[in-house]
């Protein structure tokens, strides 16, 4: 069974920051590859950042070099630390988690960013 449950969502000023969690009820490793994605009112939902169970890291050219993707699988959990937060960046962010062809989703937590 896949259990994902996000946290740290909320609101923050621009150029803060935020870190998000995704903890699983099992082993992270049974996982291809884990990652976080975004939606934003009236969008798609787009690939914001993912990690491999070899640590393989991929991107949105929009939060490269502001966004980091990290886990712990000790804890089951994913983490999403975003630096630098622009109201751009304001979304619902969803914890995904790939087995073959299966995808698996959290509820969401709301980012907001505004002043």
């Known amino acids: 069974q896949v259990d994902l449950v996000e946290s740290g969502g909320g609101l923050v000023q621009p150029g803060g920051s935020l870190r998000l969690s995704c903890v699983d009820s099992?082993?992270?490793?049974?996982?291809?590859?884990m990652g976080w994605y975004r939606q934003a009112p009236g969008k798609q939902r787009e690939l914001v950042a993912s990690?491999?169970?070899?640590?393989?890291?991929d991107y949105a050219d929009s939060v490269k070099g502001r966004f980091t993707i990290s886990r712990s699988n000790a804890h089951n959990t994913v983490y999403l630390q975003m630096n630098s937060l622009e109201p751009e960046d304001t979304a619902v962010y969803f914890c995904n988690a790939q087995s073959g062809h299966e995808h698996y989703w959290g509820q969401g937590t709301q980012v907001t960013v505004s002043s």
């Open positions: 099992g082993n992270l490793f049974r996982f291809n590859a």
């Open positions: 990690i491999g169970p070899d640590y393989i890291i």
